[in-house]
């Protein structure tokens, strides 16, 4: 009995240790469409028998480390046939796969099983996804197809309203996004002071944005990041789609360079209802154009280089007397190259310069301002083992700002010609970032970046008694500029001020079941660079400006903690997400500030402190022939600006006050119904509690002057926002799967065309000599009409 129980375990421990030492091979390659060979960004892999898998990555590369055996593995995709091979893995295998289009993926728009739904296993949360097809599905104001304009009607996301720039995520301000175009920068989204946004939809495989939980691979702003990629092109043969509107076109080609190696992507946008200005005796003009362009090619297995580009432009003008010009350009040539099966890497060396221009003619004198930057980047990523999974890298970027240049338009023109000081600066950071999955139902992710900035030596930067730049006037309880005490001068090389922060990240996912799981995460995030503006909309005026003496450096902390869970064999899904951020050294500005043409923009700023909390509730229907999704977001989004000294009263007085992207309540609905095969149904209504605004509450009269009296900052609200959008898809020949295929989008913007306050000026009536509050109103309804096509 005893040499029974001493074999029986000497049997089970050495079958522990083959088991523990059974070899393990790595099975990596690329998933791609089959009719171009784009590659295809987070499709899943999955071997069922092992209930594990993987997804791509942005360049469509995996790598799965198994045991040796025999394992049925499966290929799943939004829009495309799924693939399911059985493979034998006795050595280091390379398998690429390709998915054909299902015939259903063009029916299938709103958000469905793999692609727009935050996997239930995976700690990432706070995070939306998108397709194109989805966004051009939505209705926007004259039949534009908008990714701004579709991000804003997730939940936690919002804008300033009509005609302003950007978005606005968890009440923090539009300068608080990353946005980022093929990782480089883009730092104006927008066109025509925010009616049209600055990505061409067709141009676009995939986009990201990221709410909180966000990965350390990602930094320098302290509110968001918006990760957008450009498609490669198709390098199996020629193709061409684009769509006619009434005020703006767009046209995309693609083809291979090197057939099934390279390929490259040219796409354009222009509006031109200006051009018909002319007929009503009208000079003014008001256009945008852009190009997308990129270059892809595969070297070998192992190394694959795309050279990418974008250049937008925007032109205002009134009559001749006013004329508005800025754009962005950005370049990047990157190079993949795979070490291993277990190791990739991303060389990347970008270049993104933001450019604006004003020029006045009735005073004679043109303004030019920017922003350009040198960003390298060297991204790798290695597979570890299918439980950890490491990313890890460095980013170094080189800036130059340029806050103004003023010269004369004509010779006699009696403005001197002026150069504000030009500023340098230099941030560096290394991150890395940790996916551990603990168990089947426990997975972390995990990460660390340092950063660092270094205000770099510039021509002259002035000196303030006690280094402050502002004072307090007791007498009248009010703050003014400080005058310098003098001036010093630095050679490009010498260092102003430096900043170095850690920012530790982490999100957990606990599987409840198969159907539902629970979330947390934390992050810290610095923002070194600041836009100095007291607008919504972009102007020439609007003023980046680096950290450095006297601004210090935007430090966040945020937390999240969410649920979700499918329904209904995943036809529906769940979402619920509560989050609480506060910001530190959050600028504000002093009563009276004056931006324009300030060469010492610290006299006119104090910093403060931010913080926003709320509630998101998404609810997703997800299969059928209606599809579609409701988001409510109830937050909160403050600001305050305490004194420096108990003497000082700071901004309202040190109290808390709403900052400008406080919204209280926002509802928005997305709905998609097929009526049948030709015609589909598409609608969104948003509604939003008015933007916070300072009105007077009062007057006095000073020297037959009537002087107005305002309230506490922010203390008055414009009327709520509210809007319904519908469109009507017309497809004449849906059965058609090759040569020439087009669409028909016929849609009313506002439909029960509500007159929604962009603003309201307070002034005297000239006629009457009463005090009047004045709306502007940008948009009533807007029908349009567009035809867009493809072969």
């Known amino acids: 009995m005893k040499n029974h129980f001493i074999w029986s375990l000497i049997v089970i421990c050495f079958s522990l240790f083959s088991l523990h030492a059974q070899e393990k091979y790595t099975i990596r390659g690329t998933i791609s469409e089959e009719k171009s060979n784009e590659t295809l960004i987070g499709v899943n892999i999955i ?18 480390t198994l045991p040796e055996g025999t394992y049925k593995i499966v290929i799943s995709y939004l829009g495309y046939t799924s693939v399911s091979q059985t493979i034998t893995l006795t050595e280091n295998m390379t398998k690429n796969f390709s998915l054909t289009e299902a015939l259903e993926s063009l029916d299938a728009v709103v958000i469905t099983d793999d692609i727009e739904k935050l996997n239930i296993q995976k700690p990432q949360m706070s995070v939306n996804r998108l397709s194109s097809s989805t966004i051009k599905e939505i209705p926007v104001v004259l039949g534009e197809a908008d990714i701004i304009k579709a991000i804003t009607l997730l939940p936690g996301v919002t804008t300033a309203g009509e005609g302003a720039s950007g978005f606005n995520v968890r009440g923090g301000a539009a300068d608080q996004n990353l946005i980022l175009l093929d990782e480089a920068t883009i730092y104006n989204s927008s066109h025509l002071f925010g009616f049209f946004s600055v990505f061409n939809p067709d ?55 090197k057939k099934e190696k390279g390929s490259f992507l040219l796409g354009g946008r222009s509006s031109y209802a200006h051009l018909f200005l002319p007929l009503f005796d009208n000079t003014s003009k008001a256009y945008f154009y852009d190009l997308n362009t990129k270059l892809s090619y595969k070297l070998n297995d192992r190394n694959n280089i795309y050279l990418s580009g974008y250049f937008g432009r925007d032109v205002f003008r009134i009559e001749d007397s006013f004329e508005n010009a800025y754009g962005n350009s950005v370049l990047n040539f990157r190079w993949n190259h795979l070490f291993s099966d277990k190791l990739f890497a991303n060389l990347s060396l970008i270049y993104s ?212 869970r499918n329904l209904n064999s995943n036809r529906y899904s769940l979402e619920l997400e509560s989050f609480y951020k506060k910001v530190q050294n959050r600028i504000d500005y002093i009563d009276g500030a004056d931006l324009v043409a300030n060469n010492a923009i610290e006299q006119v700023i104090l910093n403060g402190r931010a913080r926003s909390y709320g509630m998101e509730i998404l609810i997703r229907k997800n299969e059928g022939r209606f599809k579609g999704w409701l988001a409510y977001t109830l937050s909160k989004s403050e600001q305050q600006t305490p004194g420096r000294t108990p003497a000082e009263t700071g901004i309202n007085n040190g109290n808390w006050y709403r900052t400008p992207y406080d919204k209280t309540h926002d509802i928005s609905f997305t709905g998609s119904y097929d009526l049948n095969e030709k015609w589909k149904l598409n609608t969104n209504f948003i509604f939003q509690t008015g933007q916070p605004v300072t009105f007077p509450n009062g007057q006095y009269e000073y020297n037959g002057l009537n002087i107005p009296n305002f309230s506490d900052r922010n203390a008055d609200r414009l009327p709520s926002y509210n809007r319904l959008d519908i469109a009507f898809n017309y497809t004449p020949k849906p059965d058609r799967r090759s040569g020439w295929q087009s669409y028909w989008v016929f849609g009313i913007y506002n439909v029960y065309n509500r007159r929604n306050a962009a603003s309201i000026s307070f002034g005297q009536n000239q006629e009457t000599g009463m005090n009047e509050a004045t709306r502007l109103s940008i948009f009533g309804i807007v029908p349009s009409v567009s035809y867009n096509f493809k072969f």
């Open 353 to 564: 310069d933001y450019d604006y221009d004003l020029k006045l003619n009735f005073v004679e004198f043109d303004w030019k301002s920017g922003i350009r930057n040198f960003n390298l980047k060297y991204d790798l990523k290695h597979y570890l083992s299918q439980k950890i999974k490491l990313q890890y890298g460095l980013n170094s970027i080189y800036y130059k700002f340029n806050p103004g240049d003023i010269n004369p338009t004509v010779p006699t023109s009696g403005v001197n010609p002026f150069k504000l000081t030009d500023k340098y600066a230099f941030e560096n950071a290394f991150y890395i970032d940790v996916e551990h999955n603990l168990s089947d139902k426990l997975a972390l992710s995990y990460g660390l970046r340092l950063s660092t900035f270094h205000r770099l030596g510039q021509d002259e930067l002035n000196i303030y008694e006690n280094d402050q730049a502002v004072n307090f006037n007791e007498d009248f309880q009010v703050y003014e500029k400080a005058d310098p005490i003098g001036t010093e001068t630095f050679k490009r090389s010498d260092v102003i001020a430096s900043f170095a922060n850690l920012e530790p990240r982490a999100a957990l996912s606990y599987q409840l079941n198969s159907e539902s799981s629970v979330k947390a995460s934390y992050n810290r995030m610095s923002q070194y660079l600041h836009l100095l503006s007291n607008t919504n909309s972009p102007t020439p005026l609007d003023i980046w400006t680096p950290s450095g003496k006297y601004i210090k450096p935007q430090l966040l902390d945020q937390v999240a903690i969410g649920y979700f």
């Open 47 to 64: 071997i069922p028998e092992l209930q594990t898998g993987a997804t791509t990555n942005e360049y469509g590369f995996f790598s799965i």
């Open 203 to 257: 141009a676009i495989k995939d986009l990201r944005l990221y709410k909180g939980g966000i990965p350390a691979r990602y930094g320098g702003r302290v509110s968001s990041v918006l990760d957008i990629y450009q498609k490669e092109g198709n390098n199996k043969g020629f193709h061409m789609n684009g769509g006619i509107g009434l005020v703006s076109s767009r046209l995309l080609l693609e083809g291979p360079i």
